[in-house]
């Protein structure tokens, strides 16, 4: 009996399974209040614009242009100098954000708008860009894990000439008070996590820049703690996949809920959620590019 000739094989390795994706901000939402996850996610109620978030948006775009100049020329003058072409394409990506100011008395505006200029005064108090050249910018960071992507975008990677990552993310408000430190550095392990399994390089540094007051928050993750977050975020995952089968998304009051555009649909203020939907979809566009990526 003869044997079969060998024959090369061409099969290659299948795509992980994904189920949904999980991004940093979604995952906080469903720690914070697993209504407010599910308003978001999986019912994609709309929300209003506000202008402190359009003033982030702002805020980033300027700064994410301010990389593109030739260092030298990387001044606080150039940055007051993008702010105004930065908002006029904000306005043409996001038309939505005109009505912030729709019935507004013009120097509310010219205030609105000189508040942005502070921030950018107070980002030159913390670092020099002319002596920085990020590695990546509004990078997209992905991995999936569990069948789930975890995926976020990360405002600035840094990469040192020994290989040492530091990923920087801009804030627009106040550093927290210790207590709080943790919930913020959230998102910054959860990007690191996305690196290191991506990358197979743990960040040197994760630093959190406050523009509010003009500070720094820092913090050196390590291998171990990663895989304990790792745990954390997939329980979260898991957790979500629970109430997503049940449709059993509960509300959590807490003083959030004063910021909340969604009370009108909130058993915990006498509303009523949407009917639940037979397929739900666990992905959600908040998480697609930032609108000033997506500018001409």
């Excluded at 990020?134 to 990360?154: F, I, Q, T």
């Excluded at 037979?278 to 590019?289: G, K, Y």
Aim: aromatic share 8%.
């Amino acid at each position: 009996m003869t044997s079969a000739p060998a024959v090369e094989s061409n099969l290659t390795e299948l795509p992980a399974v994904v189920l949904g994706s999980l991004s940093p901000s979604r995952a906080a939402d469903f720690k914070t209040c697993p209504l407010l996850y599910r308003f978001r996610c999986i019912d994609r109620l709309p929300e209003a614009p506000s202008r402190a978030a359009t003033r982030g948006t702002l805020v980033h775009s300027v700064l994410e242009r301010l990389f593109d100049l030739p260092a030298a020329a990387r001044t606080l003058a150039a940055a007051h100098d993008l702010l105004p072409g930065a908002w006029a394409d904000l306005r043409l990506a996001n038309p939505e954000v005109d009505t912030l100011f729709a019935e507004a008395e013009p120097a509310e505006l010219v205030d609105w708008l000189r508040s942005a200029d502070g921030l950018l005064d107070n980002y030159f108090t913390l670092e020099d860009p002319s002596r920085l050249e990020p590695a990546a910018r509004e990078e997209l960071v992905e991995v999936v894990a569990d069948g789930v992507r975890l995926r976020g975008y990360v405002d600035r990677i840094d990469v040192s000439p020994a290989g040492d990552l530091r990923v920087v993310d801009y804030k627009t408000g106040s550093t927290p008070r210790e207590a709080f430190e943790g919930k913020a550095l959230f998102q910054m392990k959860f990007y690191a996590l996305v690196l290191w399994r991506t990358r197979g390089v743990v960040p040197r540094q994760l630093r959190l820049i406050y523009l509010a007051d003009a500070d720094t928050l820092s913090y050196s993750p390590d291998a171990d703690e990663l895989v304990r977050f790792e745990r954390t975020v997939l329980a979260i995952w898991a957790a979500i996949q629970r109430a997503t089968l049940t449709g059993d998304f509960r509300p959590s009051p807490s003083r959030l809920c004063d910021w909340c555009d969604h009370k009108a649909h909130c058993p915990a203020f006498g509303g009523t959620p949407p009917p639940y939907p037979e397929r739900p979809v666990l992905t959600d566009p908040r998480d697609d590019p930032p609108a000033d990526m997506l500018l001409p």
